[in-house]
Structures are given as structure tokens and as C-alpha cells.
């Protein structure tokens, strides 16, 4: 499990460091790191380090200094360093010095034509909202690979929000802490490099599982464990003008490796037929006993559906509200505030904004942790990171490394994933955010043609909700396996 840090936790975690070692010597540390994953792209990317050119965008703060101690760095192993400073006037004065020292040059203006990298230490964790002239400037010259210091200057350390012009980075090089940005802006950070200097924190806010969290965590059949006892998920899903949100959910709750799953709805032989596996009633009375239920995808939004989506709720047991239960919830929420059963919500962001009279916005883990606290919810925000929170405990990210994901009927299989989940005993947040992870890879595995791909990086072809659904027990079983 990995943990994200806000600014201000990382000034914390490094202040005690900083009141007991000389000047500089973090700053020195972070410049080493820069410096020796500078070198490594540069012998990836062209072959070798002696006698490659390597370009630095200066700003006023420490990130500023940190590029010119690493160029520093990078000039005695024989590489050209050419620093171009927003501000000449404000640049790292010791920095600037060591650069010097080294045979480096300072330019003004550009940087030339033919560097093979360039490092970006413009603006550090404290810095707000988009490039301004002349940085914006320097940046959109930049043809060349570019690795950011701490982050991509532009993109907010807190929330990964983009206001302007920004960097986007191919590798980003961090210190001793992973920062909120490196898992909301993946796509702006590239890789992330983490360079150990000496500080720790406690408990993040923000944390990501990792494939073998995942794994150790699914719900795996034990010796005496039968269908009842792994776990029965009950689904509300479809309608006539919606008939293949039934057949998505419940092949997603089937494809987790449910005990069972119960389907209640008017797609019985349709269900039935995708799936014969599936114990499909006409109605939520007639279902039978179930642990957990999914209620929501394509149920539609007339009064009948609001009288299913009052039934599940009125249970005592985990629901998982999707789709069109969201827009039916927005007409009532008390309907999910008044429960003392856990519940969760999984929107998008408009469907967020049904529910709370506004989008997100640029904060989407303090949005999603108070809809949480609001409505005495679990909260899953779709979106390429995805954010879950109880708005109690920390937050969980996922980054899907791409938009696979984003397909009609995708969220239908992930409410499928949650419900199968839930309904073995997880709680609503650990259930969340393992679908989120399973789902995520499921996709990039049906984009690369099945598991053969699954070490093989990010997908790279369009994908449909049924190829994602079959890829989720491949998903599942890669998971375990890790």
C-alpha cells in the first residue's frame, strides 16, 4: 500500500531534518536523485551520458535549486548543462554557483534546439495554479523528454488540478514521500521516481493498493466454505430500454467468483441465458436471502424503480447504489442518510452533481470525503483516478493508467465487482477500492488482448463493456497470483 502526502505534510516531515543537518543537505540528497535517474534516461534513451546535452528550466525556489545541483552533478560526468532561468535575478544563488563551478552554462531566453532532456524545477510543491509568462513560455519550446523535479510545474501538489499551462512530465523524480499529485495527475507525471533523503510522516490521507494488497485481500475460498458461506449478492439492474445493465452487473458479480448471485428484475431469461449460473426472480420479494445488493444500473427513473430502491434500502444489509438509483437518490436522499446499514454511492461526476448541486471540482478527495460524511456513506468517484472514502478513515486512489474504463457500461460490471465484494464480508470501503483495482486492470487487459498482456504495460486498443467483462477473472487471477 502506498501513501500520498499533502504539501503541507511534506514541509512537516522535513522540518526536523532541516533544523538539524548544515544547510543544503537535503537539497543536496534530491539533487544526487535527480541526477542518477537523469543519467538513466539518458543512457536509455540515447545510448550513453558522456557528451549528451541536458537543458534545466530554473525557477526562484528549491526546485530551482535542486535542477542546478543536480545539472552540477550531471556537468562532472561529462554532460553538456545549459540553464535557462525564469527569473536570472532570483535564481539559487548556491545552486548557480555549483553549476558554474562545474563548467555549466546559464542562458537566457531558450534553451538550445538539440538538448536530449530537459529538467523541469520551475515550481516546487508550494506553487499554485498554471505556468505564467515567461515559464509558460520556456515549457512550450521544449520538444525534448522532460523529467520534473518533485512535480510537473503547473499541476497542484493537493488536488493534481491542471489551471493553465503546465508540464507534462515523462518521469517525475520525488523525495523521501510520494506526493497527493503523483496518484491525481498520473497522466501529467509520467513515471515517478521515489528518491529516499532521509524524512518520514506518519499515515497518509490518501493511500493506494498495490496488486498485492489486492491479491492477499480477495475473498478465496476456504475447505469448508459453500456458496452461502463465500458470499450472495442480490441485483437490481436493467429494464426494457436497458436490458444489458442487468446482463453487466450480474456477470460482473459472477466474474469476481460470488458465491452466488441472485438477479430481481424482468430480464429473468435473458439473465438466465448469458448466464445460467445466475438465480434470476421477477421481483426483490421473491429473491431469497442474500449478504449484500446492487441496485441501480439501467433500473430506469419512473416510480416503480424509486419503490425498488426504497425496498433494498429499507434492508438492514450493504447496498451499492449505481446509475440510475444515484438519480433516484437525488430526489430522495434521506433515503440513504437515515440508514444505519453501510452504503455505497458510486458516481460520475455529473451524477455527482445530482447529488450535491455541483461538480466536484478541482478538490475531488475533500468532495468525495464530505458527500461521505453528509450522507453517512461510502463514496466511489469514477473517474481515471478514482477516489473512494467513508469520509472517517483515509481515502483510497486508483489510477487506471488510461480511459479503457471509460465505456458504456463499464460502471455496470464495476457495481457488479463491489456487490460480489461486499457481499463476502469486506467492507463497503476495502470492496470499493479493490473493484476499483480489479476493474482498472481488466481493462487494460482487454485492451491488450487478454492476460498474455499483463505485464505488458497500458492498454493501447478500444475496448467495449463485454471485452472488459471478460477480462475480469483474468483480472482476478493475475491479482492473486501477485
Request: charged share 20%.
Given at each position: 500500500?502506498?501513501?500520498?502526502?499533502?504539501?503541507?505534510?511534506?514541509?512537516?516531515?522535513?522540518?526536523?531534518?532541516?533544523?538539524?543537518?548544515?544547510?543544503?543537505?537535503?537539497?543536496?540528497?534530491?539533487?544526487?536523485?535527480?541526477?542518477?535517474?537523469?543519467?538513466?534516461?539518458?543512457?536509455?534513451?540515447?545510448?550513453?551520458v558522456?557528451?549528451?546535452?541536458?537543458?534545466?528550466?530554473?525557477?526562484?525556489?528549491?526546485?530551482?535549486?535542486?535542477?542546478?545541483?543536480?545539472?552540477?552533478?550531471?556537468?562532472?560526468?561529462?554532460?553538456?548543462?545549459?540553464?535557462?532561468?525564469v527569473?536570472?535575478?532570483?535564481?539559487?544563488?548556491?545552486?548557480?554557483?555549483?553549476?558554474?563551478?562545474?563548467?555549466?552554462?546559464?542562458?537566457?531566453?531558450?534553451?538550445?534546439?538539440?538538448?536530449?532532456?530537459?529538467?523541469?524545477?520551475?515550481?516546487?510543491?508550494?506553487?499554485?495554479?498554471?505556468?505564467?509568462?515567461?515559464?509558460?513560455?520556456?515549457?512550450?519550446?521544449?520538444?525534448?523528454?522532460?523529467?520534473?523535479?518533485?512535480?510537473?510545474?503547473?499541476?497542484?501538489?493537493?488536488?493534481?488540478?491542471?489551471?493553465?499551462?503546465?508540464?507534462?512530465?515523462?518521469?517525475?523524480?520525488?523525495?523521501?514521500?510520494?506526493?497527493?499529485?503523483?496518484?491525481?495527475?498520473?497522466?501529467?507525471?509520467?513515471?515517478?521516481?521515489?528518491?529516499?533523503?532521509?524524512?518520514?510522516?506518519?499515515?497518509?490521507?490518501?493511500?493506494?493498493?498495490?496488486?498485492?494488497?489486492v491479491?492477499?485481500?480477495?475473498?478465496?475460498?476456504?475447505?469448508?466454505?459453500?456458496?452461502?458461506?463465500?458470499?450472495?449478492?442480490g441485483?437490481?439492474?436493467?429494464?426494457?430500454?436497458?436490458p444489458?445493465?442487468?446482463?453487466?452487473?450480474?456477470?460482473g458479480?459472477?466474474?469476481?467468483?460470488?458465491?452466488?448471485?441472485?438477479y430481481?428484475?424482468?430480464d429473468?431469461?435473458?439473465?438466465?441465458?448469458?448466464?445460467?449460473?445466475?438465480?434470476?426472480?421477477?421481483?426483490?420479494?421473491?429473491?431469497?436471502?442474500?449478504?449484500?445488493?446492487?441496485?441501480?444500473?439501467g433500473?430506469?427513473?419512473?416510480?416503480?424503480?424509486?419503490?425498488?430502491?426504497?425496498?433494498?434500502?429499507?434492508?438492514?444489509?450493504?447496498?451499492?447504489?449505481d446509475?440510475?438509483?444515484?438519480?433516484?437518490?437525488?430526489?430522495?436522499?434521506?433515503?440513504?442518510?437515515?440508514?444505519?446499514?453501510?452504503?455505497?454511492?458510486?458516481?460520475?461526476?455529473?451524477?455527482?452533481?445530482?447529488?450535491?448541486?455541483?461538480?466536484?471540482?478541482?478538490?475531488?478527495?475533500?468532495?468525495?470525503?464530505?458527500?461521505?460524511?453528509?450522507?453517512?456513506?461510502?463514496?466511489?468517484?469514477?473517474?481515471?483516478?478514482?477516489?473512494?472514502?467513508?469520509?472517517?478513515?483515509?481515502?483510497?486512489?486508483?489510477?487506471?493508467?488510461?480511459s479503457?474504463?471509460?465505456?458504456?457500461?463499464?460502471?455496470?460490471?464495476?457495481?457488479?465487482?463491489?456487490?460480489?465484494?461486499?457481499?463476502?464480508?469486506?467492507?463497503?470501503?476495502?470492496?470499493?477500492?479493490?473493484?476499483?483495482?480489479?476493474?482498472?486492470?481488466?481493462?487494460?487487459?482487454?485492451?491488450?488482448?487478454?492476460?498474455?498482456?499483463?505485464?505488458?504495460?497500458?492498454?493501447t486498443?478500444?475496448?467495449?463493456?463485454?471485452?472488459?467483462?471478460?477480462?475480469?477473472?483474468?483480472?482476478?487471477?493475475?491479482?492473486?497470483?501477485?
Amino acid at each position: 500500500m502506498r501513501g500520498y502526502y499533502t504539501a503541507a505534510e511534506v514541509r512537516d516531515a522535513e522540518a526536523p531534518q532541516l533544523a538539524v543537518l548544515p544547510e543544503g543537505t537535503l537539497m543536496r540528497r534530491a539533487a544526487y536523485g535527480v541526477a542518477r535517474v537523469v543519467a538513466d534516461e539518458l543512457r536509455s534513451r540515447t545510448g550513453g551520458v558522456v557528451g549528451r546535452s541536458v537543458g534545466l528550466l530554473v525557477g526562484t525556489g528549491d526546485n530551482g535549486g535542486d535542477a542546478l545541483w543536480a545539472g552540477a552533478l550531471l556537468r562532472r560526468r561529462g554532460v553538456v548543462v545549459t540553464a535557462c532561468p525564469v527569473d536570472p535575478e532570483r535564481m539559487h544563488a548556491a545552486g548557480a554557483a555549483a553549476l558554474r563551478r562545474a563548467g555549466g552554462r546559464i542562458a537566457s531566453g531558450a534553451l538550445p534546439d538539440d538538448v536530449d532532456l530537459v529538467i523541469d524545477g520551475i515550481l516546487g510543491i508550494s506553487g499554485k495554479g498554471g505556468l505564467r509568462r515567461p515559464a509558460a513560455a520556456l515549457v512550450e519550446q521544449v520538444s525534448a523528454p522532460i523529467v520534473a523535479v518533485d512535480l510537473p510545474s503547473g499541476v497542484d501538489c493537493d488536488t493534481g488540478a491542471v489551471d493553465g499551462a503546465a508540464v507534462r512530465a515523462d518521469v517525475t523524480v520525488t523525495f523521501g514521500l510520494l506526493r497527493r499529485v503523483h496518484a491525481l495527475a498520473a497522466a501529467m507525471c509520467g513515471r515517478v521516481e521515489l528518491v529516499p533523503i532521509g524524512i518520514e510522516s506518519g499515515d497518509a490521507g490518501l493511500v493506494q493498493l498495490d496488486a498485492a494488497d489486492v491479491g492477499q485481500m480477495w475473498p478465496v475460498p476456504g475447505a469448508h466454505d459453500d456458496k452461502y458461506t463465500q458470499g450472495v449478492v442480490g441485483v437490481v439492474a436493467g429494464s426494457p430500454g436497458y436490458p444489458g445493465a442487468g446482463i453487466l452487473c450480474t456477470s460482473g458479480a459472477v466474474a469476481a467468483t460470488s458465491g452466488m448471485v441472485r438477479y430481481a428484475g424482468p430480464d429473468t431469461a435473458a439473465i438466465v441465458g448469458h448466464r445460467p449460473e445466475i438465480v434470476a426472480a421477477p421481483d426483490i420479494a421473491s429473491t431469497g436471502r442474500v449478504q449484500a445488493w446492487v441496485i441501480g444500473p439501467g433500473i430506469g427513473t419512473d416510480d416503480d424503480a424509486l419503490e425498488r430502491v426504497r425496498a433494498v434500502l429499507a434492508t438492514d444489509l450493504p447496498v451499492v447504489v449505481d446509475a440510475d438509483g444515484l438519480t433516484l437518490l437525488a430526489r430522495e436522499p434521506d433515503l440513504v442518510r437515515a440508514r444505519s446499514a453501510p452504503t455505497l454511492l458510486t458516481p460520475h461526476d455529473r451524477e455527482f452533481a445530482r447529488l450535491t448541486g455541483a461538480e466536484p471540482g478541482a478538490d475531488r478527495v475533500g468532495a468525495v470525503a464530505g458527500l461521505a460524511r453528509a450522507w453517512s456513506a461510502t463514496v466511489l468517484l469514477k473517474g481515471r483516478a478514482t477516489i473512494v472514502s467513508d469520509g472517517v478513515g483515509a481515502a483510497f486512489v486508483n489510477d487506471a493508467g488510461g480511459s479503457w474504463p471509460s465505456t458504456a457500461g463499464s460502471g455496470d460490471v464495476l457495481s457488479g465487482i463491489v456487490g460480489a465484494l461486499a457481499a463476502s464480508g469486506l467492507a463497503l470501503p476495502w470492496a470499493a477500492a479493490l473493484a476499483a483495482r480489479a476493474h482498472a486492470l481488466a481493462a487494460n487487459l482487454a485492451a491488450r488482448g487478454g492476460a498474455a498482456g499483463a505485464s505488458g504495460g497500458f492498454g493501447t486498443a478500444p475496448i467495449g463493456a463485454s471485452m472488459l467483462l471478460d477480462a475480469v477473472s483474468d483480472a482476478v487471477r493475475v491479482l492473486r497470483v501477485r
